[in-house]
């Protein structure tokens, strides 16, 4: 007990009378107060018991009171390996944790995933409210990270039907097209780099692809400055690009604040800091461009739409009023970029460093590349349909080297039963994307880099959607990508670039690519260091 207790006790007893009621009356209050919550608590408990006789929770470590299995969470960092781990040792593919008061629910198996995804779509299909995703939706405006409700609803109907569109993808296909050809002309020009002795990094030639095509796609730009003289990113591009993929590495990341919300205000471990900063640093560019933008459009300096930027401007309710506000679109372009930037260039980092190693799938994907396309031109959008076997590479990687080892969570909304488990209200359900695809029950040799595994006998199309989660790309059901268009388009076309460009080979000092994973993550280890040789025509390489 505080030594001051007795003093405060002291000093509430020794006061006038009337200030001694008021006292006393406050006092008891907060007591019935307590004992109300308690009532209901043991209420709700006891209501839970009685269902828990007949189902119980999915199988998991034995939970601390009030904190759960945070200590462990605590003591096992990185957290997801942690839980890939017993889940293996348990033999479980569906499992409890409970973070705090909440119900931590992964799943590594496509079948239990669908009838969250598909089965019991509607009641798993919000998100968490957490301070990653907080900040990053500028207090819940936009959509990915937004739980169910009106704002979502308004948001994906916009992204779907105004932004992703098969129009509209159309009608960006020129914007895409130079981005393609503009990613050619930076990897040649470091090809002929004899400082660089025609080493490249595969890493920020993919994750600047992507930042390019969507800033081209919304804002009509590749660079917010000069670039770089042999079309690299500037400094502004490179702050930009890092910055949203610090902001990918700290959502949904086993931040305990995010279990128990109390605690936010002390940002124990930081987060709120560094994501706080690196949405700021992601926003300091586009938001003078988009506030400029308004203004063109209001002084009538500007009257056509040219990109997407101006699509959200210019969106009007059924009463001719602006749709979105200011605000609403500058959080929703952050996560746009988010969502675009991480998964094509993670996947087909991985592809190339995995061919590499095994270079027999270069020639195979040449050979495809020079039957649809030859030599004599680049690869076009329109070719993709055919390049079934760079599909697959690409497919595998999504399969073997997912960006994240699990799904963006889905959030439940009432009690329900799943696989014959009791899942209470409010459980986060964290689909994992790496337990999925290297599920040993669906994949043969799951660990192995395999395309032809997806080849069909009848040579139909290879797709990278999966809607049946034998491997996990794009997702399925109401919280499902709205994207599959955009980034199947985009992951398909920087890997059939990078190959029909170059010839990819070992750095002259090494034996093979060091395919580790990072610790903390499912990345390379080390970002990707390759010999590029150009295979065209030099004319082919000249960007517009
Ligand atoms: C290869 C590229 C991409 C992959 C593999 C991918 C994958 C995913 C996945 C797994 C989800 C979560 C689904 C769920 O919660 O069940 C998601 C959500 C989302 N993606 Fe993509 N995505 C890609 C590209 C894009 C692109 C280019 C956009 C363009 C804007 C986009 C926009 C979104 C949005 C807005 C959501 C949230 C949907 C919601 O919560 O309702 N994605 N994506
Ligand atoms: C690959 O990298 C990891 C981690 O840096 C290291 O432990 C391992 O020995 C390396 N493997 C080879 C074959 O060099």
Redesign the pocket.
Known sequence: MSPYTPCLFYGLLDTTNIRFSSTLFIFFSILLLIATIFFFYAKQKTQINKKTKQLSLPPGPKAWPMVGNLPEVLQNKPTFRWIHKFMEEMNAEITCLRLGNVHVIPVTSPEIGLEFLRKQDSIFSSRPFNIGADLTSGGYLTTALVPLGEQWKKMKKILVSELLSPKKHRWLHGKRAGEADHLVHYVYNQCMNSMTGGLVNVRIAAQHYCGNVIRKMIFNKRFFGEGMADGGPGVEEEEQVEALFTILAYLNSFSVSDYIPWLRRLDLDGHEKIVTKAVASVRKYNDPEIDERIHQWMNGAKKEQEDLLDVLITLKDKNGNPLLSVEEIKAQIVDIMIATVDNPSNAVEWAIAEMINQPVMFQKAIEELESVVGKKRLVQESDLSQLNYVKACAREAFRLHPVGPFNIPHVSISDTTVAGYFIPKGSHILLSRQGIGRNPKIWEEPLKFKPERHLKDDGSDVVLDEPNLHLFSFSTGRRGCPGVTLGSAMTTMLLARLLQGFTWSLPPTMS?I?L?ESVGGLSL?KPLLALARPRLAENLYTSP
Request: charged share 25%; net charge negative.
């Open positions: 093979s060091n580790t280890e």
